[in-house]
């Protein structure tokens, strides 16, 4: 079982939908969660960090559940330039690496 | 600003060449990383360092090699002994190991021709 999974998408939806990505990771002893961005050719952005309560910016949700072990990350009202791969992280600090997602991919349309 | 900066943006290598990838940052981070990603495969981890004049094996050490000899700096050095180095080099800090999130680099896509 890989550490951190995602679905890979893409996920093709039109402007103004709501999408939600999950992801799971198998370590229990994980401490910190990350949602990051990558446009195509890109580096990585932070897009957000996951808190135990869930937290929110803009548009953007994220949950995590620590019993399910996993995160989600919802978009509301899709912008085109949400356009992107999205990348969970989580990290078990005593192993000092962050563990990567293979992403999931979205496509917002017009 | 401050950040992490990575050159070249772009290299080509011949087979049997070694290479080295810059990666500075002046954010005063302690822990710095390097990954490795390929088309459609996620990021995969070939050494990191928690402290000057140290560093440890990722997941994928063999063929490279690194050295921290100032906080600033995490240079990667692609030897002739990694099969197959053609992929996308990203660099990246954080101030607290991986506790804290990490800010990446722009990259460097070697290619071997």
């Known amino acids: 079982r890989k550490e951190v999974e995602q679905d890979p998408g893409p996920f093709n939806v039109p402007e103004g939908a709501t999408v939600a990505f999950n992801c799971t990771y198998s370590?229990?002893?994980?401490?910190?969660f990350f949602w990051y961005r990558q446009d195509c050719r890109k580096e990585p952005k932070l897009l957000m960090s996951?808190?135990?309560s869930g937290n929110e910016d803009g548009r953007f949700t994220a949950q995590l559940n620590r019993a399910s072990q996993y995160i989600s990350l919802l978009i509301r009202d899709s912008k085109l330039s949400d356009s992107a791969t999205y990348l969970c992280v989580v990290n078990m600090y005593v192993a000092y690496k962050y563990i990567f997602g293979t992403g999931t991919r979205l496509k917002v349309l017009a | 600003d401050g950040g992490i900066t990575q050159s070249p943006k772009y290299l080509f290598r011949k087979e049997g060449q070694n290479v080295t990838l810059s990666c500075e940052q002046n954010?005063?981070?302690?822990?710095m990383y390097w990954y490795r990603q390929d088309p459609g495969q996620g990021l995969r981890l070939i050494y990191y360092?928690?402290?000057?004049?140290?560093?440890q094996k990722g997941d994928i050490a063999e063929g490279y090699s690194v050295s921290r000899e100032k906080k600033e700096s995490f240079p990667l050095t692609v030897t002739s002994a990694q099969k197959n180095p053609t992929a996308f080099y990203l660099c990246a800090s954080s101030p607290q190991g991986a506790i804290t999130e990490a800010f990446f680099g722009q990259g460097t896509r070697l290619t071997v021709v």
């Open positions: 954010l005063n981070h302690d822990a």
């Open positions: 370590n229990s002893a994980s401490q910190s």
């Open positions: 996951v808190y135990s």
């Open positions: 360092s928690q402290i000057v004049n140290d560093f």
